[in-house]
């Protein structure tokens, strides 16, 4: 079974510390992504990753960073936290594109509140 | 702007009724459309559309996609209370590392 893992369930922060949040996936997938998740907006793509080192900004980067060292492991990176960023942070892989069948892969997500 | 809207965003229903929940899009160089269910956790694949008029099915879900007029049906019969969740459409576009973009999503609820 793929499995897609996030270091934590919940996590409470406080306004203008640095949190970094970390994905592992065990499937050798080339593309991993950094989503939120907020009420009536659905999930909305911060950044992602088609190769190590490689990254591209999604729909919403402002207040985000990534990493990518390692094939299996991104991390996503608020430099200085805002209560704005108060949310279900989800990560996802998959194998890159060109494949018949290409679904992403989720983790369970971190609730992140922000004081 | 690729775009997915999602209707209707809230649904409760008793166990035993059928639902239906639309999906439309614009994207440019559509190149699939999925449907996720996300219970209390992980988003969890249920179908990839890429053709149009072709059903996809599992078990009691269903679903098709309309490449003509822009959107996509997720159909569920005979619902059962472990039906509720929240179902996530996303519609991926061609060229790039598979990016999708998610609608609202549709939050089930059936009522026993």
């Known amino acids: 079974d793929v499995k897609v893992t996030q270091s934590s369930r919940y996590l409470v922060k406080r306004t203008g510390e640095k949190v970094f949040l970390e994905c592992v996936q065990d499937?050798?997938?080339?593309?991993m992504f950094w989503y939120r998740q907020d009420p009536g907006l659905g999930l909305r793509l911060i950044y992602f990753?088609?190769?190590?080192?490689?990254?591209e900004k999604g729909d919403i980067p402002e207040g985000y960073s990534v990493s990518r060292e390692k094939k299996e492991r991104f991390s996503l990176i608020l430099e200085s936290a805002s209560t704005n960023q108060t949310s279900m942070y989800l990560c996802?892989?998959?194998?890159?594109?060109?494949?018949?069948?290409?679904?992403?892969?989720f983790g369970p997500g971190t609730r992140l509140t922000v004081l | 702007e690729d775009k997915v809207v999602q209707s209707p965003l809230s649904l409760v229903v008793h166990e035993g009724d059928t639902v239906t929940l639309n999906c439309s899009y614009e994207?440019?160089?559509?190149?699939?459309l999925l449907w996720y269910k996300q219970e209390k956790k992980a988003p969890t694949f249920l179908f990839m559309l890429?053709?149009?008029?072709i059903e996809k099915k599992s078990g009691r879900l269903s679903s098709i996609l309309d490449k003509k007029e822009l959107f996509s049906i997720l159909n569920i019969t005979a619902t059962q209370t472990g039906d509720s969740a929240i179902y996530l459409c996303a519609v991926e576009a061609r060229g790039g590392a598979q990016k999708l973009v998610f609608g609202q999503g549709t939050r089930l609820t059936i009522n026993p």
């Open positions: 996802a892989s998959s194998y890159l594109s060109g494949r018949a069948y290409n679904e992403q892969f």
């Open positions: 994207v440019t160089n559509f190149r699939s």
């Open positions: 890429t053709s149009s008029g």
């Open positions: 499937m050798d997938h080339e593309n």
């Open positions: 990753s088609y190769d190590v080192k490689m990254k």
